[in-house]
């Protein structure tokens, strides 16, 4: 543990140092909204073809929802933490240009029935309803209308509700509240992990950017000649603006577009639904699980954690996942009931001696947080094209970026990612015309 951990206590989160040392330009060429993965991508993409750049975030930090906070001395990452689909994901490929210190996530987990490790049987029977349930999802979201994705999951037997829970958790909604079309589309395996902290990693990506810190935009006007950005900190003008602050906190109308936005942007926007996912952050080192960084799957009671990640960088830190439905039911309460939640439902799965030493360390409420107000986007059944709608410019000015645009890798940093270098991408071919 270092110092600064140790005066703080368990629990405590230590800040890490980012920020830039790089002085804003006034009158840049694109202003960007949000120093999160999409606009860091955005600006290192511009910045790269010769145009200079202002990011303004609302937050006195940058990263967004990838957030690595030090916690007795280790890193754990409080929003984002895995790198999903590493054949397609910009960031492991990034990562690996600069030799960050990625490692493969292990593709085998715990399997327990009732506080014992289930039998071959039974967890050949969960793969097999997984298998089944990704089956029909694919096949009727090529061939039937766009609806809710639960609506066309076959009967699994009793391990249906768990498959229908993970998948539930990894939406970031009920399946009964998620598009079919959109679901599938999404790319999920050959994970990896890095070493210190996805949050950190993104940190390091954004350190010597020009970012105004604690700059929330209230304002853009594109009524005249390029755009006018109105924030609590001054006002900026550029030729084109690239938005990448979440659905959820469009939705609350943080920012006004003078003019108004055409009608079909503001209907995709407001189509998103607040995807919900968060981290019960445990120190359990006498938990029963063993290996590196294993998915753990707790079935047989009365109540089952829809995600458990354990032994995080082969320490005693392990991610108790909560979804919508649990998360929802700690809003109005007090600060520790998801950690009292959490150890109830270990107890009730491995007995109370077994959590003897458990300390639920931190709880997270991105849903809650006015820059978030999710942890992503989700698609409802029917407005599957949304996320294509975004794309399109407006006015040739407005360009919005993020997570909830990307088609195959939607809620996750990489996808955020990509869709940044998307919009500078289009922006520099527009104004070199
Ligand atoms: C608990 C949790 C776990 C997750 N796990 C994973 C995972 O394992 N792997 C993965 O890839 N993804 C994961 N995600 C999702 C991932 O974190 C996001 O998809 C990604 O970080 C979004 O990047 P972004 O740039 O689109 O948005 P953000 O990171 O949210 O960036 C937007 C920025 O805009 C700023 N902003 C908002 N409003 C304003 C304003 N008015 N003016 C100026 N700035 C503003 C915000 O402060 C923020 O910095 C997780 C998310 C959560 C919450």
């Given at each position: 543990m270092n110092d600064d951990a140790a005066k703080r206590g368990v629990g405590e989160p230590v800040p890490l140092k980012t920020g830039s040392s790089i002085a804003p330009a006034a009158d840049p060429d694109v202003i960007i909204v949000g120093a999160g993965s999409a606009g860091i991508a955005a600006a290192r993409h511009l910045i790269a073809q010769g145009l200079t750049v202002t990011i303004l975030e609302a937050r006195a930090r940058i990263g967004g929802r990838a957030l690595t906070r030090s916690f007795k001395g280790h890193p754990l990452d409080l929003g984002a933490h895995w790198l999903h689909a590493g054949p397609i994901n910009p960031l492991v490929k990034l990562g690996f240009e600069r030799r960050e210190p990625l490692r493969r996530a292990p593709v085998d987990g715990h399997f327990f029935v009732r506080g014992r490790p289930g039998s071959r049987a039974e967890s050949a029977a969960l793969d097999r309803a997984f298998a089944m349930a990704d089956r029909a999802m694919t096949q009727a979201a090529k061939a039937h209308e766009d609806q809710a994705a639960a609506k066309v999951l076959p009967p699994m037997g009793p391990q249906g509700r768990r498959v229908a829970a993970i998948h539930g958790l990894v939406s970031g909604r009920p399946l009964e509240e998620v598009s079919l079309h959109d679901f599938p589309s999404m790319e999920y395996a050959d994970n990896l992990f890095i070493a210190g902290g996805l949050g950190a990693y993104v940190a390091r990506l954004g350190k010597d950017l020009p970012i105004q810190l604690e700059a929330p935009v209230r304002a853009i006007d594109w009524s005249g000649l390029g755009v006018r950005v109105e924030t609590a900190a001054g006002t900026l003008r550029g030729k084109a603006v690239i938005v990448t602050t979440p659905m959820a906190v469009l939705q609350q109308d943080?920012?006004?577009?003078?003019?108004?936005?055409?009608?079909?942007?503001?209907?995709?926007?407001?189509?998103?639904?607040?995807?919900?996912?968060?981290?019960?952050?445990?120190?359990?080192?006498?938990?029963?699980?063993?290996?590196?960084?294993?998915?753990?799957?707790?079935?047989?009671?009365?109540?089952?954690?829809?995600?458990?990640?354990?032994c995080i960088d082969n320490t005693p830190f392990h991610f108790f996942e909560l979804d919508r439905p649990a998360a929802a039911g700690f809003d109005g309460r007090d600060a520790h009931a998801p950690h009292r939640y959490a150890r109830a439902v270990l107890a009730e799965h491995f007995g109370h001696r077994a959590i003897r030493n458990l300390t639920a360390l931190h709880s997270t409420a991105w849903r809650n947080d006015p820059w978030s107000r999710a942890s992503w986007a989700v698609v409802p059944p029917g407005l599957y094209p949304i996320r294509d709608t975004l794309k399109a410019p407006v006015g040739e000015r407005i360009w919005f970026a993020g997570e909830a645009l990307s088609r195959a890798q939607w809620g996750t940093a990489g996808g955020a990612w990509e869709e940044g270098e998307r919009a500078a991408g289009e922006i520099v071919r527009s104004l070199a015309r």
């Open positions: 943080m920012i006004r577009f003078m003019p108004a936005l055409p009608n079909a942007v503001q209907e995709a926007i407001h189509g998103f639904t607040q995807g919900v996912y968060e981290h019960v952050a445990l120190h359990w080192p006498d938990s029963p699980f063993r290996g590196a960084d294993r998915l753990a799957s707790l079935t047989g009671t009365h109540r089952a954690p829809p995600g458990l990640l354990t």
